[in-house]
């Protein structure tokens, strides 16, 4: 398993990270064979949210994750780097809160349903409009000073959200969570067609890849096999990705690996050191993926893989 450092926190953690969010309903004995799983391939970072659960039961998978594998255990707890995020509030109409107040008493939540005393790494869970920098500046002196979390940063933010951030907080902002697979790479269409009227050349993210490279920040990629918000796999869908399954397929056999390890390769192949979240709850799959974290595609087969997805190459 390849290992990056994690923005510049000296921390250095597998490209590949386990996303809890479906660890919800699972059993102990279900939710400890998916971690142990993970650890055996070299996964050694978890992804969490304070919202991830069962309608009526928020932070149920950071209970599961902690009950399943002994988290209170410091031998246990050492050997691995924790990630939880906030700012989602469970309302009938949803809405976001960086508020002080919030954020600690989210974190809080955290450490208890974790049974841990502090995470590495605290990401803000999607931008609050109505944020006050200085009051999220607080919260972090707070949280850092008290060791409640040792690192920050955030998820689904451009670069103009992060600036705005980063000028008030007096600690580095090391990671930035966004949605990145083959079938949904915005942030690289862009920059590949520059100054082009195709469609793919509008830049939506604000140049949010280069500059993540610029600041040392690490994206994390989530949904790495989703095609849109959520709209399902792009993996096996013929009807949709019928040439760029065909191309993954015949790399796959070329590296005797399975598709779902080209997809992560192709997302790990870039320079910018991404690491990829897993979001299956397959063991076998999770050892699958685990396969990509090593291959180092030709830029020939990158460049087809993303071709073959519909995008254009000027």
């Known amino acids: 398993m390849k290992q990056i450092e994690v923005g510049k926190s000296g921390i250095k953690a597998s490209n590949i990270v386990l996303g809890c969010m479906r660890l919800k309903g699972k059993t102990p004995q279900e939710a400890e064979k998916i971690i142990r799983t993970a650890l055996e391939e070299g996964i050694n970072y978890f992804d969490h949210a304070d919202v991830y659960g069962s309608p009526g039961r928020r932070g149920e998978c950071e209970e599961i994750f902690s009950k399943a594998i002994g988290l209170n255990n410091p031998a246990v707890r050492e050997s691995m780097f924790i990630q939880s995020k906030c700012g989602i509030v469970k309302s009938e109409t949803g809405s976001y809160d960086f508020s ?27 931008p609050d409009s109505l944020m006050e920098p200085e009051e999220v500046a607080e919260a972090f002196e707070k949280l850092y000073t008290e060791g409640k979390v040792r690192h920050f940063g955030v998820s689904n933010q451009n670069p103009m959200q992060v600036e705005l951030l980063q000028k008030y907080i007096p600690y580095k902002l090391e990671v930035n969570q966004l949605q990145l697979s083959i079938a949904h790479c915005p942030m690289i269409d862009s920059g590949i067609s520059v100054n082009m009227g195709a469609d793919q050349s509008v830049n939506r993210e604000g140049s949010v890849l280069e500059y993540s490279r610029l600041k040392d920040m690490t994206i994390q990629a989530w949904s790495p096999f989703q095609k849109g918000f959520f709209g399902g796999p792009f993996l096996g869908d013929m009807e949709q990705y019928g040439e760029l399954n ?41 050892k699958d993926a685990c396969r990509g974290s090593d291959i180092l595609l030709t830029r020939d087969e990158w460049y087809e893989i993303y071709q073959s997805s519909g995008k254009i190459l000027p």
């Open 100 to 126: 002080k107040e919030h954020i600690l008493s989210a974190v809080d939540g955290i450490l208890k349903r974790l049974d841990t005393d502090y995470l590495d790494f605290l990401l803000l869970h999607r």
């Open 246 to 286: 065909k191309t993954i397929d015949r790399i796959a056999k070329k590296y005797e690996v399975t598709n779902t390890a080209i997809a992560v390769a192709w997302i790990t192949r870039h320079p910018a050191n991404i690491q990829v979240i897993l979001g299956t709850t397959n063991p076998q799959r999770i």
